[in-house]
């Protein structure tokens, strides 16, 4: 009997360790940098570029060939010693701003960066302009309305 | 306020909301505009298909209107679009250089040969640099560049009669072409 539940048991360890295996990728056939910060900074300018053959990618997750080529790029570009600053210009300078899904902060994205704190202001000044009237409204004003529903 | 602006309001937002999402609907997302536009075009030096000891570059295309078509044996449109370059080569007498994107330099001739060479010559970009110097994602893709060498104009996607009169031509008409 014991013997058969630890069959069991391994057996669902085993499977439980397959299914977390399939969390491994192996877009990026590239070997890793030898500096372990080169590497770090590698994977966070790649995975915030943007794949425009297949734009919900990033050029970290995609297999395109453009996405390989970038990939090239940047990998030269860290190795080259380039800020992140600098490989950002870079991208942005060819591609446009669409390139990164964080783009930078200026004239022309001013309003894509605003815009969520413009609504929540008109939002809330509405609502604050509802509340303050409907306060100083007469207590009984909801009287009649009781009364119909009555 | 007003007691008729208080309706007015949200219904004037409303409606310009829907507006922005309508023509979102004829959007294609898929066209992303070149920041190279009413700029010089970035500069190159690629080995000539067919004479690989010879070298093309913007100074070849100086001083004449011209055409930057990015293709490639893989990819269909340039297949699609082969037949308006050669027109516009042949009746508009457009000199159209190309750039040969990550293909193989045998293909690519063996192409020309079999359809017909609308090219005044090709670079070969088989490791893609040049491509990403240009801003190229999708071929095929088309610059138009002044005489200056001034991007004035990018098409992404199949060329064809239609576009080539009404997006590009204009372009060209009234500066002594």
């Not at chain 1, 001013?110 to 704190?117: D, G, M, V």
């Not at chain 1, 008109?122 to 604050?128: D, L, P, R, W, Y």
């Not at chain 2, 009746?91 to 063996?110: H, S, V």
Request: net charge negative; proline share 6%.
């Amino acid at each position: 009997m014991s013997l058969r539940i630890r069959v069991t048991q391994r057996l669902s360890l085993a499977m439980l360790l397959l299914l977390l295996s399939l969390q491994v990728h192996a877009i990026d056939p590239q070997q890793s940098f030898s500096n372990p910060a080169d590497q770090q900074r590698y994977q966070v300018l790649t995975s915030e570029i943007r794949c425009l053959v297949c734009q919900n990618e990033t050029i970290a997750d995609s297999t395109a060939l453009l996405a390989n080529d970038l990939r090239r790029e940047v990998r030269r570009m860290v190795e080259e010693g380039m800020t992140d600053a600098e490989i950002k210009e870079f991208l942005v300078s060819r591609y446009g701003d669409f390139v990164l899904y964080r783009p930078q902060f200026k004239p022309t994205t001013a309003l894509l960066w605003l815009a969520p704190l413009l609504l929540l202001l008109i939002g809330g000044s509405t609502f604050a302009v509802v509340l303050s009237r409907r306060s100083r409204l007469p207590k009984d004003v909801d009287a009649p309305l009781m009364a119909d529903d009555q | 306020m007003p007691k008729g602006l208080k309706f007015a309001l949200p219904a004037l937002a409303f409606i310009a909301l829907m507006g922005f999402f309508f023509i979102g609907l004829f959007r294609d997302p898929s066209y992303i505009p070149s920041p190279f536009v009413n700029k010089q075009a970035p500069e190159f030096d690629l080995p000539k298909l067919l004479q690989e000891n010879d070298s093309l570059t913007l100074i070849d295309m100086r001083g004449e209107y011209s055409l930057v078509n990015v293709w490639a044996t893989w990819c269909a449109g340039c297949r699609q679009e082969h037949d308006t370059l050669l027109r516009v080569a042949a009746d508009y007498n457009m000199p159209i250089y190309g750039l040969n994107w990550k293909d193989d330099p045998a293909k690519a001739t063996l192409w020309l040969e079999q359809l017909g060479n609308p090219y005044v010559a090709n670079g070969v970009d088989e490791m893609g640099t040049t491509a990403i110097d240009w801003g190229v994602y999708g071929a095929p893709e088309t610059f138009l560049l002044s005489p200056e060498g001034i991007v004035l104009h990018k098409h992404i996607g199949p060329l064809n009669i239609e576009i080539w009169r009404n997006d590009f031509l204009p372009l060209l008409q009234g500066q002594g072409t």
